[in-house]
């Protein structure tokens, strides 16, 4: 039972409390294939109960009170894995996106799609522009990145101050030239799957951020594990820096 519970009368006492510190939690979603592969399941498979799992958690992160989420749904590396796969990941963003376009009622945040989403086919583009104009009176963000790369959005960011005729620019001017502009820099990266690094995720926006590794793998996620995030969270200094 995860601590978190909407219901005042039965929450546990030490239900998480978000605060102004941790507002953002980012997801590197790794190890759907080893999921499958250890259950004699082909790698597509574990994307199906991955995506399972992240309906879930983000779903929870929103309950819980995170104002952003972010998750990695497909690299700009993801291309090379073969044709099956990754015509079973657009696959399923294709019934994610149908399923939100019915039920977005049951979701409490509003959507964004980042990256380069210019090489998806214009069927899947016109239902993710739809989709990001569902539910606008909501202030909390689920950005779900797609054919994205960190260093290609700062490439992005860099062409489009460029083309606004700006020679010398600023931090600021760069992080709001980032997808990521609504949402800002995220408290915490957490990835999944054993490996320690970030795989081009977030990489302008990672500069201070609290990094979780777990050996779980993606499908076996639980809202009890984001509660885990959230405790570690408060237990470590942020120091930017300073003393
Ligand atoms: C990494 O695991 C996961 C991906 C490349 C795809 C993630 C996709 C989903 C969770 C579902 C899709 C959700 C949406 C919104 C489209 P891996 O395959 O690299 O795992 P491995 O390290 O075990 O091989």
């Known amino acids: 039972m995860p601590l978190f519970n909407k219901d005042p009368k039965t929450a546990a006492p030490e239900t998480p409390r978000l605060d102004e510190h941790f507002k953002h939690i980012a997801f590197i979603m790794d190890g759907n294939g080893r999921w499958a592969k250890k259950r004699g399941m082909p790698r597509e498979y574990g994307h199906k109960v991955g995506s399972a799992t992240f309906k879930k958690i983000c779903i929870y992160c929103c309950d819980v009170g995170f104002k952003a989420v972010t998750v990695y749904a497909f690299s700009t590396e993801n291309w090379k894995r073969p044709k099956a796969e990754v015509d079973a990941i657009m696959g399923i963003l294709d019934s994610y996106l149908e399923e939100l376009k019915r039920d977005y009622g049951q979701y409490h945040n509003r959507f964004r799609f980042i990256g380069d989403l210019s090489v998806l086919t214009p069927a899947l583009r016109e239902k993710i522009t739809y989709v990001e104009t569902l539910n606008q009176e909501y202030d909390q963000i689920l950005n779900i990145a797609l054919n994205y790369g960190g260093r290609a959005e700062i490439t992005h960011a860099f062409n489009t101050l460029a083309a606004e005729g700006k020679t010398a620019v ?3 001017d760069i992080s709001n030239a ?16 054993g490996d320690l690094r970030i795989s081009n995720f977030l990489l302008w926006q990672a500069a201070y951020a609290e990094l979780y590794f777990t050996d779980k793998l993606w499908p076996d996620l639980t809202p009890e594990d984001v509660d885990e995030m959230i405790r570690d969270f408060y237990s470590r200094k ?3 820096g300073g003393l």
């Not at 990521?180 to 408290?187: A, I, L, M, R």
Request: charged residues 35%; proline residues 5%.
């Open 170 to 172: 600023t931090e600021e």
């Open 238 to 240: 942020r120091r930017y």
């Open 178 to 193: 980032l997808y990521t502009v609504e949402s800002g820099d995220p408290d915490m990266i957490v990835r999944t799957g």
